[in-house]
């Protein structure tokens, strides 16, 4: 299953809404995780099961799905959300991640 | 305190062989199940295997054959034995729990390994 990311950058002002979307290449249901990874930092799961957020994870970040598109969304960006944000899919072996996409603070 | 922590990574020649550790806190290791994710320098994260808690295992197919992965329930400890490393085997190796849905709820901190050609 390839998952493909977009944009693979995006630069947004503070408090601006954030989306990134994230398409698979065949239907995987829900099984479809966000990870948010800043530098230096190993990856965090923020949601699973395409809507599910974790605990902790504040409430701005929200997962969707529309068929084989799946949507994070970041409802009013936080200096602290700069990072490297990944897709992950865990329907079908190989598992597989998007290539990610890097949110910036202008 | 749950937690995972990688050991054994370092500088090995291609063809090489290396073994990580990864030492589990704070939950039993025999009735959960584990991976192994890489992310090569500067690149995105790569799912390398996927130890289930019934014994199965599956890998990547870019390891397949090369890599194995087994665990110490008595020790509460997962390994990766990597055989003939490649240079673009380089990356950090990352074991992770793979929790409900399988996601990866929880990360180690990372060991790197460079395989040099």
């Known amino acids: 299953i390839v998952l493909t990311q977009s944009p693979e950058f995006q630069s947004v002002t503070p408090k601006e809404k954030v989306t990134i979307t994230c398409r698979a290449s065949?239907?995987?249901?829900?099984?479809l995780q966000w990870y948010q990874q800043k530098p230096g930092q190993s990856p965090k799961l923020l949601i699973k099961?395409?809507?599910q957020s974790m605990s902790g994870v504040p409430s701005r970040f929200t997962g969707s799905r529309s068929g084989t598109d799946f949507t994070l969304t970041i409802s009013g960006l936080e200096p602290e959300d700069a990072a490297l944000y990944y897709c992950?899919?865990?329907?079908?072996?190989?598992?597989?991640f998007g290539q990610g996409t890097k949110v910036e603070i202008k | 305190e749950v937690y995972l922590m990688e050991s054994g990574g370092g500088l090995i020649q291609a063809g090489g062989s290396l073994r990580l550790s990864c030492a589990t806190s704070?939950?039993?290791?025999?009735?959960?199940?584990f991976s192994w994710v890489r992310q090569a320098p500067g690149k995105g994260l790569e799912w390398v295997a996927i130890?289930?808690?019934?014994?199965?295992?599956f890998y990547a197919d870019s390891v397949k054959g090369r890599f194995t992965v087994s665990r110490d329930n008595s020790k509460n400890t997962l390994f990766v034995q990597m055989n003939n490393l490649r240079a673009d085997d380089t990356a950090v190796y990352y074991c992770?729990?793979?929790?409900?849905?399988?996601?990866?709820?929880?990360w180690g901190q990372g060991t790197m390994v460079t395989v040099s050609s």
């Open positions: 099961y395409a809507f």
């Open positions: 992770v729990t793979a929790g409900g849905q399988y996601a990866f709820d929880i």
């Open positions: 992950h899919q865990t329907a079908y072996l190989p598992w597989t």
């Open positions: 130890d289930y808690d019934d014994g199965n295992r």
């Open positions: 704070g939950f039993g290791s025999s009735n959960n199940h």
């Open positions: 065949q239907s995987i249901g829900n099984a």
